[in-house]
Structures are given as structure tokens and as C-alpha cells.
């Protein structure tokens, strides 16, 4: 793609889309590939240092613009954090777009107006009026991938949904059917809190995600579950909540991994990350590598965690209950980050403290309870299991950090972050600042 200019301010950005399985796509409205004009640039401006920004679950190609434009702009908004960089600062900000937006549109020219990025857990979107049930099959069919076991699994299921929309009760066929679709996507939860994200959780159960959900809708006022179809369109909720965890995983290992890899090794520019929500597994994949076991050719200089919907023990070295640890703990081990890693949490986040674990866990919990869960995720509790995680509170614009490298710092956000997608406020873009410095 081109670069991107961000309205109202004389400033670009690179953005890069990545696919489903992890390969950088090819149908921009410039042909090839965009990366290779992106080391180009890199090289030709040597920027003191580069921000790569990711974005999480829902985010199709105009909701990434969308998102990218304000986290940038609000950092940017900041000047005396740009004059603290010192008169030598030449930034580069680059923007990695993968498909995250289950039933979203990935075209790359001329996309549709921004969906709705408050949901974190979603099945199938309920269409405005009366359900189409022939779309939203349409549209499952393609989310979950177009061969002949997946449209036969979901035609059973949504043909029972037609019979009885207001039943919650997933009856033996279409329970069998739930199945045969969970292999055919090759589901592989059923893991620990200490496993791959795409392997944490328990195993399929249907009726129980779909009760989970009504709980976890129920205990919210926020409606944030509103975009979980009704009945025993439910049961979708999981597979397709871990389908968006594959597909991150997949990306931050694969062509996002292999791209931050060959620009470090074309410049010796700052490296800064900052992930919300899902991102926050790309990010911690591409600083782990492939298998979590493959790292960058340096240190990146700082990453922020925001909002992130990865599991509070993935980077831990001693996860609750289990003497093993966490699946990105070699991030830590092999001091990956060279300076601060920075979390954010917030109570007000209901898309991570109740859909997080109503989607792996199947149950109807609220986060923030007094022990600390086997799941849950990052936004409600930060990262946990390791000695060198500090909780403090997050401050306002102009506050004064003092980070130190080697350190991670949970931020509790609650005053400033008002929802899961509240985050393009001045107190998070300075908490950036602030990591990166």
C-alpha cells in the first residue's frame, strides 16, 4: 500500500498487509509487494528510530487505517514528548495489518466504511432487520475457510439455527456437526494457560460456549456481546475467537517476524512495538520468533501491551498450578526487549475481562476477581508469573515514568482507558513515548 497520510497533520505512515496465513499480500492498488519500498525508504532516511504499530481482533483493512491514524496522531499531538527525543529525532512509523475482522472486508482500494472494534469475542454478526441466514452462511463459510467439510458442517448447524432461532440448546446433530467443523479449521485449543495461544483453553464444547456467552452478555452493561448471534449460533464464538488467535500467531511468526528481521538487519535504527488486543500476540510473536523459539536479530528497544488479549502467564516463567512456563517466556529469557516492556490494564475493558474468558475458559466470569485466574488476559491483569513485573498506575500526559530497561510495568488504566478500543487518548500515546525513551 502507499503511504499513508493521517488527517490534519503533515505525517505519514507505512502500512503493510499481511494474509491469513501469514504472507505479505500482493493485490495493492500499486502491484507486488509494499515492503521492499518501505526498507528503500528506510535506508534512504535512516530514522533514529522506527514504531510499529499493531492492531488486534476486528480490525479489517479501513478499521486498521482508522485505528492507526489516531494512535499515531495522538502520539504525534504530544510535542514536548517529540522534543524530549532531542533534536536529532527522525522517527519512521510503520503500521502491519493482518485479516483479524472475522466476516470483515480485506479489500485493499476503496474499503467500506470502519466496522465496530468492541467486541473481542464474535460469532456471527446479526444484519440490520431481519437475519439473512443464506449471507450469514455465505459469510461463515468464507471466515472459516470455503471447502467442501467446513460448508457442510456449518450447513448443518445453521439449518438447525433456521429451524429454531430463539433455542439455546445445541442439539447431538448439530453438536456432530460442530465437530467435524472444529477439524476441518484443525481446532487445537484444549491446552493450558501455559501453551501457544492458539492451543491455551478448553476443549470444544458448543452448549457450553454458547451458555457462557449468554452469561457473560448478561453480566454486561455495555452490550458489547451484541454482535454474538443469538441461539446456538453461539457455539461459533469459540471457534472463531480461536481462529483470530491462529491467525495472529501465524503472522507475528511468520511474514511479520521475516520483515522486522530483514530491516534490522538493513539498519541499526531504534526498534519500538506497540500491539492492542490480539496484536498483543503478534507483537509477542514476532519478538519470539517461529515456534517461540526464533528471535530477531537484536533487541528491540521497547514494546507496549495494550489492552492485550493474550493470556496474563504467556510470558511468565512460572505459570499458577503448572511448574512450566509461559509459551513466550523466551522473549524475557532472551532479553528480546532491551528496554521496557509496558502492559496496560483496565477495568473498564469488557471485551477482555468478560469475552477473554467466556472464549477459552467457557465461563461467565468478570476479570479483576481476587485471585488470579488460570485465564485471563492481559488487559485485565497484565503480565503475571514473573519476579520482574511491577504493577504502578498509569499517568497523565507529562508524568514522569522513569522506566528502567529490563522491567516490566503492568499499568493500571482505569482512569483513562474507558472501553477495550479507548485507547487513543494522550495518557497511553505518552505512556509510548515514555517506553520508547
Known amino acids: 500500500m502507499p503511504f499513508q497520510k493521517i488527517p490534519d497533520l503533515d505525517l505519514t505512515y507505512a502500512l503493510i498487509s499481511f494474509d491469513a496465513a501469514g504472507n505479505e499480500r500482493t493485490d495493492d492498488s500499486e502491484g507486488g509487494v509494499f515492503s521492499p519500498t518501505v526498507l528503500a525508504r528506510a535506508k534512504q532516511d535512516k530514522p533514529t ?14 478499521g486498521a487505517v482508522d485505528q492507526y491514524n489516531r494512535w499515531i496522531g495522538a502520539m504525534w499531538r504530544l510535542e514536548a514528548d517529540r522534543a524530549a527525543r532531542g533534536a536529532s529525532f527522525r522517527p519512521m512509523f510503520i503500521g502491519l495489518h493482518w485479516p483479524s475482522q472475522p466476516w470483515g472486508d480485506e479489500k485493499l482500494a476503496d474499503p467500506p466504511p470502519p466496522a465496530s472494534f468492541d467486541v473481542v469475542s464474535a460469532s456471527v454478526a446479526e444484519p440490520a432487520g431481519a437475519p439473512d441466514v443464506n449471507q450469514m452462511f455465505e459469510d461463515a463459510v468464507k471466515t472459516f475457510g470455503d471447502d467442501p467439510a467446513v460448508r457442510a458442517a456449518l450447513k448443518v448447524i445453521f439449518d438447525t439455527y433456521a429451524a429454531d432461532p430463539n433455542s439455546f440448546i445445541v442439539p447431538d446433530h448439530a ?66 475467537f480461536w481462529t483470530m488467535k491462529k491467525r495472529g500467531r501465524t503472522n507475528g511468526e511468520g511474514g511479520m517476524h521475516t520483515f522486522v528481521k530483514d530491516l534490522m538487519n538493513a539498519i541499526d535504527s531504534r526498534i519500538h512495538f506497540m500491539g492492542h488486543s490480539f496484536g498483543c500476540v503478534v507483537v509477542s510473536s514476532i519478538l519470539g520468533g517461529p515456534g517461540g523459539k526464533g528471535g530477531l536479530p537484536r533487541p528491540v528497544n521497547s514494546a507496549v501491551l495494550v489492552q492485550g488479549a493474550v493470556s496474563l502467564w504467556s510470558w511468565g516463567d512460572k505459570v499458577k498450578n503448572f511448574n512450566t512456563p509461559g509459551y513466550y517466556h523466551p522473549v524475557l529469557t532472551n532479553k528480546a526487549v532491551s528496554g521496557p516492556v509496558v502492559t496496560t490494564r483496565s477495568a473498564n475493558d469488557k471485551a477482555v475481562g468478560l469475552a477473554y474468558p467466556a472464549a477459552v475458559a467457557l465461563v461467565g466470569q468478570a476479570a479483576f476477581v481476587p485471585a488470579l485466574p488460570l485465564f485471563g488476559g492481559l488487559g485485565s491483569y497484565g503480565i503475571q508469573g514473573t519476579s520482574i513485573a511491577q504493577s504502578t498506575p498509569m ?22 482507558i474507558p472501553s477495550h478500543t479507548g485507547i487513543d487518548g494522550p495518557q497511553v500515546a505518552h505512556a509510548i513515548w515514555e517506553a520508547a525513551l
Open 49 to 62: 528510530d522506527i514504531f510499529f504499530f499493531i492492531h488486534g481482533w476486528k480490525g479489517d483493512f479501513e
Open 175 to 240: 453438536l456432530t456437526a460442530y465437530q467435524d467443523l472444529a477439524a476441518a479449521i484443525g481446532f487445537s485449543a484444549g491446552g493450558g494457560p501455559e501453551a501457544a495461544p492458539d492451543q491455551e483453553g478448553v476443549a470444544l464444547d458448543p452448549q457450553q460456549a454458547v451458555n457462557a456467552h449468554r452469561i457473560a452478555e448478561a453480566a454486561s452493561s455495555f452490550g458489547i456481546f451484541d454482535t454474538v448471534k443469538k441461539g446456538i449460533l453461539g457455539g461459533l464464538g469459540q471457534l472463531s
Open 395 to 416: 499517568l497523565d500526559a507529562g508524568g514522569k515514568y522513569n522506566f528502567q530497561p529490563g522491567v516490566i510495568y503492568n499499568l493500571e488504566g482505569s482512569a483513562f
